[in-house]
């Protein structure tokens, strides 16, 4: 299977998260370098943070989330090595400006700001036509 990016195989994008259906809230890698990423998602009617046709801020803040394990699954695709489990440690800040639409497709950029001993600080924009709808900085760590 090519694998080049961009990636809009979603079977291959999930594969590098922990994360499953129905709890998958990426399905495209655009951009991937160490301290980058650009992920994509397509908001579909059943997903579980849809609410009359309207995509909650509590599933931006996933999809934001799931984009940074994006990153680290897909730099351990990159090795060769098995992702670990990570977590949400801390929410620094998150402003949402506006909430996307079922069949709206997201896009959000990652910026690594730090990373040490498992815990990564990071930077996440999410984009609907060009236009800022949600900002986050936050830690993860992994197991």
């Known amino acids: 299977m090519d694998n080049t990016l961009p990636c809009d195989n979603p079977a291959f994008v999930e594969s590098l998260i922990p994360q499953r259906a129905p709890f998958v ?6 951009e991937y370098s160490e ?17 009359d046709g309207i ?4 599933g931006l803040v996933e999809h934001q989330a799931q984009s940074v394990a994006l990153h680290t699954g897909y730099k351990y695709y990159l090795l060769g090595k098995e992702a670990p489990t990570g977590y949400i440690g801390a929410i620094k800040s998150f402003e949402a400006e506006s909430l996307p639409k079922a069949g ?12 040490v001993m498992g815990v990564t ?3 996440a924009v999410t984009r609907l036509n060009n236009e800022v709808i949600a900002r986050s900085q936050m830690k993860t760590v992994v197991k």
């Open 25 to 30: 809230m990426v399905n495209e890698l655009s």
């Open 35 to 51: 301290t980058h990423l650009i992920s994509g998602l397509t908001v579909k009617e059943e997903n579980i943070f849809v609410q």
């Open 55 to 58: 995509f909650q801020a509590s």
């Open 104 to 115: 709206d497709h997201l896009v959000t950029e990652v910026t690594i700001l730090s990373e």
């Open 121 to 123: 600080l990071v930077d």
